[in-house]
């Protein structure tokens, strides 16, 4: 690998950990966020960038030097490393400066294998259903006496047990959410790294997280701080046991081979599986205590997914755009995401390019 390569490589891997972080965990952690609000925010980012080190650490031992737990199996890295994969972690930096929740499963990994789109497609947005419906259901059996008891108790200081429950349940979430969307920072390194390689990425990202904890949260925080209630640590821990659990059930694939018969390992869009939590959450909510009248509630849960649909349809964009703009530029390579119709069956190919097509190269085979 040369040094542009090189160099593209670990600004990918920058750009990505910065937007991803930004939006992704913020989305996670933006709970904790709100309910510590008092707590100085160097607090929290130890307390969370200790849990992102031993799951790392745990990831990279357990899957033989992949940190991202396998789930870029179905993504080789790309040989030419083309500066055009920069473009989708830049496309997510402007979208998360603009608080849109997008989802960076689509955005950033579409651009590396296209071909997945349809299988995470599909996962998420089950992921999406399976959290509404979980939450309506959860939030219509607890909301009047439980969330109902928070609303009048909430100048009240809480118990330590509540604090205890909270902190737990956030790093339970916190893991979740790593072994789900890790993958869509490590797509820009080699699949096996070495124990030094993964330190300084480690380092990179917790650096970037104690920006955005400094921050607290920056523009996504505002969706999580504009929900009913989710400042109160007891409304917080419920919301992260709820999130965790749903994003286990998804880690191996049992949910999608329970309704779709086959279990999918793809990854899948956390963005989705938050707002349809929070979506299930404030319409149960409603239900009881008419907080807001359906009107303004029904634009609130559709703004949220307007804002996630504007990322999904971003990324599909970008994943047919860059490889017919590789091939119009004469000295760029987008190897991993040929048009469809351009691409030979990967077993027409030498061994070595099975996974790695050059569009120029198509096209002087057209030529002959």
Same mark, same amino acid.
């Given at each position: ?39 100085? !925010?160097? @607090? $929290?980012?130890?307390? #969370?960038? *200790? ?10 031992? &357990? =899957? ?97 047990? !509540?604090? @205890? $429950?909270?902190?737990? #349940?956030? *790093? ?10 890790? &993958? =869509? ?184």
């Amino acid at each position: 690998m040369g040094l542009f390569e090189l160099a593209m490589m670990v600004i990918g891997f920058s750009i990505a950990s910065y937007a991803i972080v930004g939006n992704d965990a913020i989305q996670t952690l933006g709970t904790f966020l709100a309910s510590n609000e008092k707590r100085p !925010w160097w @607090v $929290l980012w130890l307390f #969370s960038s *200790a849990i992102m080190a031993v799951v790392l650490t745990w990831g990279w031992w &357990a =899957n033989g030097g992949d940190p991202a737990f396998g789930r870029l199996e179905t993504y080789p890295f790309p040989q030419p490393f083309s500066w055009l994969y920069l473009l989708p972690p830049l496309l997510l930096l402007v979208l998360t400066r603009f608080g849109i929740p997008v989802s960076t499963t689509f955005l950033i990994l579409t651009a590396f294998q296209v071909s997945n789109l349809g299988g995470m497609l599909t996962k998420s947005l089950l992921g999406y259903a399976v959290a509404f419906v979980a939450a309506v259901v959860l939030y219509l059996v607890i909301a009047k006496v439980v969330e109902k008891r928070f609303i009048d108790t909430s100048d009240q200081q809480p118990t330590k047990l !509540w604090v @205890v $429950l909270q902190w737990a #349940s956030t *790093a339970y979430l916190w893991a979740m959410w790593l072994i789900q969307d890790l &993958a =869509n920072i490590f797509v820009y390194l080699p699949r096996k790294l070495e124990f030094h390689h993964l330190v300084l990425a480690m380092l990179v990202m917790i650096a970037i997280q104690a920006y955005i904890f400094y921050n607290r949260g920056g523009a996504v925080q505002k969706i999580v701080n504009s929900k009913t209630n989710t400042q109160d640590i007891r409304s917080a821990a419920i919301i992260n046991f709820m999130f965790g659990s749903i994003l286990l059930l998804f880690k191996d694939g049992w949910v999608t081979w329970l309704v779709f018969g086959e279990a999918n390992k793809l990854p899948m869009s956390t963005t989705w599986v938050f707002l349809g939590l929070l979506a299930g959450r404030e319409l149960a909510m409603n239900i009881h205590f008419n907080l807001r009248s359906w009107r303004d509630l029904g634009g609130a849960v559709g703004s949220d997914a307007l804002k996630a649909g504007v990322g999904m349809a971003a990324s599909v964009l970008i994943a047919i755009a860059l490889p017919y703009l590789a091939a119009f530029l004469p000295e760029v390579d987008h190897p991993a995401a040929t048009p469809a119709s351009a691409a030979p069956e990967a077993s027409d190919l030498p061994e070595e390019h099975s996974s790695a097509i050059d569009p120029r190269a198509l096209s002087r085979a057209e030529r002959r």
